[in-house]
């Protein structure tokens, strides 16, 4: 897949396609500093990055304004969601404990021009800090963050009655779920993925966590 396929699939703009086409050089540039994405799927950006993120979009329906994306690292799939959102007045928080990873994304939001904040901290120091955006957030997204019964933890205290939570898992998505119900009730709806047979994104609708036999919302 290349940027033209990229843009009729998922119906982007030229002005938008060009944002993400700079996105794409910036990254191969600071690639090669810091380890961004896997080095064998540079070349396939399109289709194992971009389009991988961007089908999120679609299971977010419309609560998709206000987006908080977890271990954003190179910005899967929270800055390709950020520029999809633009002509829409979406904005995403990225979160990236990683300095190094938040500069770049810092870099990219400021070339291009998406509509996205970078928090430089844990997912569980942002939660303690409890700042007020978090009221307006209604999807949370995550890619190759933690397995499932870990990231459920990590996405808990930002959920809410109104929230989706949109999580790209891979093959072993289905022992996750099952280990994670054993502590969670989760309702969950698994959808395949767009761009990996095996892969699932996962969306949760509700979340409630096990405890002593009381559930905790």
Known sequence: MGPEAFADQFDVSRETLTRLMAYQALLGRWQQRINLVGPATLDAFWHRHAADSAQILALAGDKGGVWLDLGSGGGFPGLIVALLLQPHDGHVHLVESDGR??????????????????????????????????????????????PLPELLGLIFPFFNSSTVALLHKGASWQDELTQ????WMIGVEAHASQTHDASRILQINHLARRKGGVLEY
Do not use: C, M, W, Y
């Not at 990219?108 to 996205?116: F, K, L, N, S, T």
């Not at 994670?180 to 502590?183: L, M, N, R």
């Open 101 to 146: 990873k938040a500069v770049f994304l810092q870099t990219v939001i400021r070339e291009v021009g998406a509509p996205a904040t970078v928090h430089n901290q844990r997912a569980e120091a942002l939660a303690a800090a409890a700042p007020d955006f978090l009221v307006d957030v209604n999807v949370i997204s995550a890619r190759a963050l933690a």
């Open 180 to 183: 994670a119900q054993q502590s």
